[in-house]
């Protein structure tokens, strides 16, 4: 919360210091919307409990030899949105501009089913017993981002920006169903597991405008990102009231973003955009203490919808 501050604090100390650069200029404030399809975490966090419920399965067998355990999840796609209002600076000369976007707003959602079997001996006879392991995930995800930006034409139809982006991510996962072998094991599982992201990405790129009319345009952006993430976690086991905690590292890593827009100005004032957006950056875990290491790619991509109401200084 103290970051989202800062970053806010950031924007209105650039907007005020903006008639220093050009005594006027237009204003733009709206709202942007954002329905992404979400893809690398998901299968990731499912993977790290099917290997939890290997591991588990078994210590619990560790007493008799030789057990097996494999358990896999099928690969979805989680889909949601982001909202939040914007609001934009540009002088007069167009040689400036200053944004910010505020995405608060947010829900994603992923469902996926996880099956596995295992097998273990009865020594003195021995004997063969197999079972099953049937679990279904749901995951939640409440995402944050604020974005702040500083950019400059270099000519009429590119500029170069850098930028700040504070993301934080709320993941809420719900694991159930049950271990079962006919004769021996019959076990219900019922967790949640709840991690959260915090991640500061400072960002260059260029930008490109083509005008196609009076009142049409084409826009395109893409940028480079330096991830700096920390990590939390907690399980809690439903069924026995016990819960742990645990803290990760991530590497800094670098990602980056691309927006492709068609831009239409309407009544002189209103501003309608619409585009797509791709966003991606690698997580990679550090190692901690019996915690493997980890590294995936993380995207975010879909339509990107914005109405900003424009009016001058």
Not at 132 to 153: F, M, Q, W
Not at 168 to 192: A, C, H, K, L, Q
Not at 194 to 218: C, D
Request: hydrophobic content about 40%; overall charge negative.
């Amino acid at each position: 919360m103290k970051s989202e501050k800062a970053c806010i604090c950031l924007f209105i100390i650039i907007f005020l210091m903006a008639p220093s650069i050009s005594m006027a200029g237009s204003v733009m404030i709206g709202a942007k919307v954002w329905y992404a399809f979400w893809d690398g975490s998901p299968d990731d966090m499912s993977g790290i409990v099917d290997n939890a419920i290997d591991e588990g399965i078994l210590y619990a067998l560790s007493s008799v030899t030789p057990a097996t355990s494999q358990t896999s999840s099928s690969e979805e796609t989680g889909t949601g949105f982001l909202t939040g209002p914007m609001l934009a600076y540009q002088t007069d000369d167009r040689m400036w501009s200053f944004s910010l976007a505020v995405m608060y707003f947010s829900r994603f959602n992923y469902e996926t089913e996880s099956s596995g079997t295992f097998t273990f001996t009865i020594p003195a006879p021995p004997f063969n017993l197999n079972g099953v392991t049937n679990l279904d995930y749901e995951i939640e995800l409440k995402r944050r981002e604020i974005d702040v930006a500083l950019s400059r034409s270099i000519t009429s139809w590119m500029k170069i920006f850098a930028g700040y982006k504070y993301q934080r991510s709320e993941f809420n996962m719900d694991v159930t169903g049950s271990i079962y072998e006919p004769t021996y094991i019959t076990e219900s599982i019922d967790t949640d597991v709840e991690i959260t992201t915090y991640s500061h990405v400072p960002t260059v790129g260029l930008g490109f405008a083509l005008p196609l009319s009076g009142s049409i345009f084409l826009g395109f952006q893409a940028g480079v990102g330096y991830l700096i993430a920390e990590f939390e976690s907690k399980v809690k086991d439903n069924i026995s009231s016990t819960s742990s905690k645990d803290t990760y590292t991530y590497k800094n890593t670098l990602g980056f973003t691309t927006e492709a827009t068609i831009s239409f100005l309407s009544w002189e004032r209103v501003l309608f955009q619409l585009g797509y957006r791709y966003q991606g950056m690698r997580l990679e875990r550090s190692e901690t203490g019996n915690s493997e290491s980890s590294s995936i790619w993380d995207s975010f991509h879909g339509v990107t919808f914005s109405a900003l109401y424009l009016f001058s200084l």
